[in-house]
Structure formats: C-alpha cells, structure tokens
C-alpha cells in the first residue's frame, strides 16, 4: 500500500452507509472531518448504492446531521441506473420496480413509465398486452412475492433485466441488515437470469460520471468506503486511489483476509485519520 496525502487530492468521495453514518446515526469524527475538508477546499461527493432514498432525500439526512451539502454531490446507483437507461430507451419506455421510492422517483424524473401500482399486487398477469420494457430491481424493504411473481412473468415474456447494485447487505446502528442482492438474487433463482447489467458500485460508470461532473483527473480523486468488493473495487475500476474505512461492514478482524485479493491503497480507522 502507498501512503495517501490530503494535500494532493482535489476531489473526495464518500459512500454513505457505514463511512458516513450507520442507520440515523453519524459516526464518531465524520463531521469536524467533512468540515475539516471543506475549508482545505476540497471538493466532496457522495456515492451510495442504497437506491432507496432521492438525492434530495440524502441532502435532507445529511443536513440533519449538520453535514454542510447540496443536492447536486449525491449519486446514487439510482441514479446512474436511471441515466443509463433514459439513454438507453430513448422513446417513450415502461418498466416494472423492485425497490423504494429513491429508485421509482428517479426513473419517472427521465420519462421512464412505472407500471407498479397496476401490477405489484397481482401474482398472475392474465394481460398478455401489458408492454414492459425492461425489469430493475434493488433495495426493497416491502419485497414481496407478488413482485416477485410479476417481474418473473414480465421477464419470462421478454423483459430485459438490470439492477441497481448486488449489495448482500448494509450497515445500520443495529447491525448488518439484507441488502439488494437479497431481492436480486431471488429474482435470478425463479428466472434463471443474471442482469444484464448491474449498475452500482464496483461498476465504474459512478465514479466516471463523478469524475467527469466535477472536471476532476482520476489522480486527484480518492474513494471512502467500508465493502472492499464494491467500494474499493470500484475505485480500481475507475482508476483512483481507494480508501478503506473500518466503521461498516469490515472489522479489523477481517482486514488481513480481504488484503490478499482487494488491496485498499490506505486503511482508516474512520476518515479523521485521512492527512
């Protein structure tokens, strides 16, 4: 590992849950510290792939923990999804939701129709008209089986399907909580479909956009995060330097395991320790 300065970096990025708060609750040192970086003047990002929440509601949680921020540094694997696929199907398109509002939201904001509320309460779909072009699914904590039914019927009748992220769970205050790959996976074992293409984090569509969006080079932006298979991997992928923190998901415990197949460029305590 190289040692990382503060002094050469222009751009951080931060994953949210497990580096920047757990739950409802802000980690110990994350506030002097994103101050802190502030008055370097260093630009900051936000990249979560918890697609359950709007930008705007990330600005909102963020705001109540009295981190300073603007609707415009939060990307999420929502809204990477939502851009690909706007772009994707250009004409007028439909598709069926696993997930929250966060994801549903930002869809519906590129023109993209969501056919849930006259779908997500059958188990049969008897309309062989109904037209759906693609399936997505992420995060959903009211996964039910009748979504689960129609996404397999409307995949089995042609539907493409993506997701938003393959996360097998996420940190909260009261410990490791089922993630997206959870309703993801249960999608690929009743259909027997992978996605076409996942979106979130280790992808490096994110961090690119990020990196783009802000005019940044790679080798001034550094990636916070706590999942070494997505996080840091997903800074390799996108060609910056990563920094692992150890107030999520890994516990120094793990540390040496995941050193032999990941390689984080630092590890931190929590981000306070970043000079």
Known sequence: MVKLSLSNKELLIFDLDGVIYKGSKIIDN?????EKFYKL??????FTNNSTLTTEDYKQKLSEMRICCT????????????????????????????GEKGLISTLEKKGISVLNRKLENKVIIKDNSVHCDFVIAGMDRNFTYEKLASATQLIDRGAKFYATNNDPSFPSEYGNLPGAGTMINSVTTVTGKQPEKIFGKPSPEGIKQILSDYRIPADKAVMFGDRPETDILSAKNAGIDSALVLTGIITKEKVREMLQKYQPDIILNDISEFQ
């Open 30 to 34: 994350v506030l002097n510290s994103i």
């Open 71 to 98: 609707e415009e540094q939060f990307y999420t694997s929502a809204t990477i999804s939502a851009g690909f696929l706007a772009e994707t199907y250009r004409d007028k398109c439909s598709c069926f939701v696993i």
């Open 41 to 46: 003047k260093k630009k900051i990002a936000f």
